[in-house]
């Protein structure tokens, strides 16, 4: 599943992060140049991230070239949270090795698909059923899919780019490095 970053609300990121990669550029640009930074913040400056306050600086988003859209002083963000989340990002890219989704074919699984319980792609919809007596069976009925069954799903993306026509707003297309 996915959720729209917590500072811009436009961009989709997955549930481990809390912003979009692009606005973690802005924010450690604005620490590097020290705009719109508290020092020392007190407790109603806590980070919207990790709630915390002591030994860190605390950035307003607001009234900020970068984030026009956000109003008054905007969200308060650390720089360690900012930090933590870019690492995040950097590891993602760089050694992780994606597997292929059973029912689109795309590099989107974290995990071997045995591995990978419960995980729903996010270019197809389809639910990663580790249950199934075989999970490589096309024509076994999953229940963590509503019954359908891997043939079915395989058919309905061909048509919807979704594993059901109802999962057509819940899915994204793939991603370069998912080919």
């Known amino acids: ?5 917590y500072c811009c609300g436009i961009n989709e990121i997955s549930d481990e992060f809390f912003y979009c990669i692009d ?3 802005k924010l450690k640009e604005m620490f590097n140049k020290n705009e719109n ?3 020392n913040p007190n407790s109603t400056e806590h980070c919207i991230s990790c709630g915390q306050f002591e030994n860190r600086k605390i950035l307003w988003t607001g009234n900020s070239r970068y984030f026009s859209n956000h109003n008054g002083e905007g969200i308060p963000i650390c720089n360690i949270c900012v930090e933590s989340e870019l ?9 992780k090795k994606r597997y ?9 699984l974290p995990k071997e698909p045995k591995k ?6 996010p270019v197809c919809f389809w639910e990663n059923d580790v249950f199934m007596n075989n999970m490589f069976d096309l024509n076994e009925k999953s229940d963590c899919n509503n019954g359908m069954t891997l043939n079915q799903a395989r058919e309905n993306f061909k048509k919807y780019n979704a594993c059901n026509k109802e999962f057509i707003s819940k899915v994204r ?5 998912e080919l």
Request: with cysteine.
């Open 116 to 121: 990978c319980a419960g995980y729903i792609c």
């Open 37 to 39: 930074i508290i020092d």
């Open 87 to 95: 690492k995040k990002y950097k590891e993602l890219r760089s050694n």
């Open 1 to 5: 599943m996915s959720k729209k970053c």
């Open 173 to 177: 297309k793939a991603k370069p490095e």
């Open 23 to 25: 606005c973690l550029k």
């Open 100 to 108: 292929k989704c059973l029912c689109c074919g795309y590099n989107t």
